[in-house]
């Protein structure tokens, strides 16, 4: 199993950024996938999720309204579009998958920074 972030890096306040989480060793359409962040003293927090299908998303409260989860079957790939914004955006994105068995997994993370 394997999950690769990309996209972060550094943003002006108001600004955007497209995260994508490519992923191999998994049958990705049959697994619901998340979007955690960490901000530094913080602990790990849920950003969003998306089902297997994408037919069902929901979000964080403070990140509804900015954020848009989504995916590719076809590229076994995730993304997480941010929109509008903050300085407390930023922090270590991470994409993760649990499977039923209970085992999480989590990519390597992708470093955000929002800043003027």
């Known amino acids: 199993v394997q999950l690769v972030e990309s996209g972060g890096g550094s943003v002006q306040p108001g600004g955007s950024l497209r995260l994508s989480c490519a992923v191999s060793g998994f049958t990705f359409s049959r697994q619901t996938m998340s979007w955690y962040r960490q901000a530094p003293g913080k602990e790990r927090e849920l950003v969003a999720f998306i089902s297997s299908t994408g037919s069902i998303t929901n979000y964080a409260d403070s990140m509804k309204g900015r954020f848009t989860i989504s995916r590719d079957n076809s590229k076994n790939t995730v993304y997480l579009q941010m929109n509008s914004l903050k300085p407390e955006d930023t922090a270590v994105y991470y994409c993760?998958?649990?499977?039923?068995?209970?085992?999480?997994?989590w990519g390597q993370g992708t470093q955000v920074t929002v800043s003027s």
């Open positions: 993760s998958t649990q499977f039923s068995y209970g085992t999480r997994y």
